[in-house]
């Protein structure tokens, strides 16, 4: 079975851009959530989708936004980007949206902006 | 708020055991999280811990004590390709109401294992 896909796996921008990125869960799963890791850090929470609302969002700026959609794949967009946004961006699927569920890694895109 | 500390490296020989604890300070714990990173890969699920006491997975043992805020993950037999960082992740039910499963995560202890 396919697991948690994103797309592209790098991308490079400039200070300025705006930038999508993509995320299909695993098969049956609802829930996406979204994370950013820094070089050095664990990853930290943006935002969580469930059956396309958003369940949860954290202390990022409103630059960043997402979206579910019917199939239940997802997308993050970053509006005027900075170099503090050079980041792993991790997608994660679970089958529900709440509970202690685990959730299930993406291999990640690799956002670089110079 | 919520605070999780992890040792940032540690090094361990290959055959041998090693042992990485992790402590969590959260106002509404629901369960902890254990998890594999290699560099430049996504992170792999490795236990799931909401109950005091351990959970043994192959080579891989987790155990939990709710009331100290403590939790250590345990490799044993360690082999070359052990060499990662593990990250210990907590579930909040504070935060949202519990309507979220977000994860909060410390920053990894990296592990290097020599021969």
């Known amino acids: 079975d396919a697991g948690v896909t994103q797309s592209p796996t790098h991308l490079i921008k400039t200070r300025g851009q705006h930038v999508t990125l993509r995320c299909s869960p695993i098969?049956?799963?609802?829930?996406v959530s979204w994370y950013q890791q820094v070089l050095g850090q664990g990853p930290q929470f943006i935002f969580q989708?469930?059956?396309?609302?958003?369940?949860g969002r954290g202390n990022f700026p409103d630059r960043f936004s997402a979206r579910q959609f019917p199939n239940y794949s997802s997308e993050l967009n970053v509006n005027a980007l900075l170099l503090g946004d050079s980041a792993l961006y991790l997608c994660?699927?679970?089958?529900?949206?709440?509970?202690?569920?685990?959730?299930?890694f993406g291999p990640g895109t690799r956002l670089l902006v110079l | 708020g919520q605070n999780i500390d992890q040792p940032t490296e540690m090094t361990a020989t290959e055959g041998a055991i090693v042992q990485i604890n992790c402590t969590y300070q959260?106002?509404?714990?629901?369960?902890l999280f254990w998890y594999q990173q290699h560099a430049g890969e996504a992170p792999t699920f490795l236990s799931y811990?909401?109950?005091?006491g351990l959970e043994e997975k192959g080579r891989f043992s987790s155990f939990l004590s709710r009331s100290k805020g403590y939790s250590y993950l345990l490799l044993k037999e360690l082999q070359m390709k052990d060499s990662a960082s593990y990250l210990c992740?907590?579930?909040?039910?504070?935060?949202?109401?519990?309507?979220?499963?977000?994860?909060?995560f410390g920053t990894g202890t990296l592990l290097a294992v020599q021969p």
């Open positions: 994660a699927s679970s089958v529900g949206g709440a509970g202690a569920e685990t959730q299930y």
């Open positions: 098969s049956g799963h609802k829930s």
């Open positions: 989708y469930y059956e396309k609302e958003e369940r």
């Open positions: 959260t106002s509404g714990f629901n369960g």
């Open positions: 811990n909401v109950l005091d």
């Open positions: 992740a907590v579930r909040d039910l504070r935060e949202y109401g519990g309507a979220t499963n977000k994860l909060i």
